[in-house]
């Protein structure tokens, strides 16, 4: 890659998933919890796989409407859903898994595929993440 356009930065202190997670502009002060669902007290905070998600979410809808745009196509009302599943491999290590759903309301459903298929080619997630975790992109209308 050529030089970045833009460089975000977090740093994490603590302990670990029980910590706290900080951006260097501030806008990001987050205690973390791990999830009840994982063994960990869960409740009102949030967790690595939740500001994941989000970040998965927004850029992808960000492709979405760019590949859109691109093909002249109107996508207003459109959401992303991403959910991110963590859980054991056969190796007993952790991997994680995406789901992205995407709600294209009025359009037909190959041209919702298309464009979905398509944003997942130029999302930076989505390239980050191909090959390495599962993610199964869906199109909704």
Do not use: W
Not at 111 to 139: D, F, M, W
Request: some cysteine; glycine content about 12%.
């Amino acid at each position: 890659m050529a030089d970045p356009i833009y460089t975000a930065e977090a740093t994490a202190r603590g302990d670990g998933r029980n910590g706290e997670v900080t951006s260097s502009d501030g806008v990001i002060d987050e205690t973390l919890a791990v999830p009840k669902e994982m063994g960990g007290p869960g409740g009102q905070l949030t967790n690595p796989e939740q500001l994941f998600a989000a970040g998965y979410a927004a850029c992808f809808h960000n492709a979405v409407k760019r590949v859109a745009s691109e093909a002249g196509t109107e996508v207003d009302g459109s959401t992303v859903t991403a959910r991110v599943g963590i859980g054991k491999t056969e190796q007993g290590t952790f991997a994680l898994s995406v789901t992205l759903e995407t709600a294209l309301p009025g359009l037909e459903e190959g041209k919702a595929n298309e464009l979905v298929a398509q944003a997942h080619q130029i999302c930076p997630y989505s390239t980050a993440t191909r090959g390495n975790i599962a993610v199964e992109v869906t199109a909704t209308i």
